[in-house]
């Protein structure tokens, strides 16, 4: 009797850390948020005092934790400043801009949401309808009308994306009654790559990019593609560089 009490008390005890914990992995959350809407970079000491003295001795596993929430949720990454690790800088994701093409009244921060609906698209074969996107998005308590705590109306939200040129909205070929789904848009294709998402995708789930085997050796394609457009330009620019400076610096044609 006196061994099961013990137990008892001692998960009773777990389990209010953890609630505790909690609270302070939210607290530090909103406080990285809004640094990162200010632009600045935030310290560890600032970080302490959201946490507050008392939970100081938690501050490794509510960082941990928090960072985790604000890529997975935000779509925003905390990167050290400096070696020492006293001084992070907050920045979007993926290098991704659609932050900041939002109005005043949308305050949380939405690359996460587009990061997960390119992710899905990429394991779609590159076109993924409205219902494999509602299915997904189903599977982490985002619903269609449903006002989202740190989304808003996805729906909207998707609209949104089609006009900011992220998303392309398409009947889906042949189908009838006509149904219709989502591609990569221009400007996706222009702020990140394949690779760089299915990565991403990959980290939540905790496994490989490889475990989207498809879609790896398609995003593997396109890094090779991007590679030598690269040396191809910068060989080109070299070449031009040097025929012109080698033509200045040669003596002209003896009278």
Known sequence: ???????????DS??????????????LVHALILKYQMKEPVTEEEMLQVVTEEYKHWFPTIFEKASSCLEMFFGIDVRKMDSAGHTYMLVNSLN???????????????????????????????????????DFL??????????????????????????ENYLEYRQVPSSDPPCYGFLWGPRAKAETTKMKVLQFVAKIKGTHPSF??????????????REQAAASSLGSTSASFFAQHFSAASPGPED
């Not at 850390?17 to 909690?22: E, F, I, P, R, S």
């Not at 900041?100 to 996460?112: A, C, E, H, I, Y």
């Not at 449903?146 to 089609?162: A, M, S, T």
């Open 212 to 225: 989207f085997l498809d879609s790896y050796r398609e995003a593997l394609q396109e890094e090779e593609e």
């Open 1 to 11: 009797m006196g061994a099961s009490s013990s137990s008892s008390q001692s998960a």
């Open 138 to 163: 189903d599977m982490i308590e985002v619903s269609e009308g449903k006002e989202h705590f740190i989304y808003g109306e996805p729906r909207k939200l998707l609209q949104n994306l089609v006009q």
């Open 96 to 134: 991704l801009t659609y932050d900041s093409v939002l109005s005043d009244d949308q305050d949380m921060p939405k690359n996460g949401f587009l990061i997960i609906i390119l992710g899905v698209i990429l394991i779609q074969e590159n076109f993924a309808t409205e219902e494999d996107i509602w």
């Open 14 to 27: 777990e389990s209010l850390a953890d609630t505790l914990v909690g609270g302070k992995v939210t607290d």
